[in-house]
């Protein structure tokens, strides 16, 4: 039974920081690039951070680059982000997500960022 489950969301203060961490289980998890997307209320959902499968290449978009930094140990089946200098426009349900030839989905977290 194929499960990410992803964890660490939460209220934090603008400037503050948070880290997500997303466990799989029941696959392959080295044969999988990893990423993080994030939907916040009214809007679609948004790519914020990707992972080769080995760790030794990632990609982010403008709106995050230098702030959030994402990782993985597949000797423990999980993929991390790590999120400095939060804003309140990074308010969303984060996601994790595992691609390869099949394309599985955890629940979410959320993140609030707010004063």
């Known amino acids: 039974q194929v499960q990410l489950v992803e964890s660490g969301g939460g209220l934090v203060q603008p400037g503050g920081s948070l880290r997500l961490s997303c466990a799989a289980s029941g696959f392959t998890f080295s044969s999988y690039v990893m990423r993080w997307y994030r939907q916040a209320p009214g809007k679609e959902r948004e790519l914020v951070a990707s992972?080769?499968?080995?760790?030794?290449?990632?990609n982010y978009p403008d709106s995050v680059k230098g702030r959030f930094t994402i990782s993985r140990d597949n000797a423990k089946n999980t993929v991390y982000l790590q999120m400095n200098s939060l804003k309140p426009e990074d308010t969303a349900v984060y996601y994790c997500?595992?691609?390869?030839?099949?394309?599985?989905w955890g629940q979410g977290t959320q993140v609030t960022v707010s004063s």
């Open positions: 997500s595992a691609n390869n030839y099949r394309t599985y």
């Open positions: 992972i080769s499968k080995s760790g030794d290449s990632t």
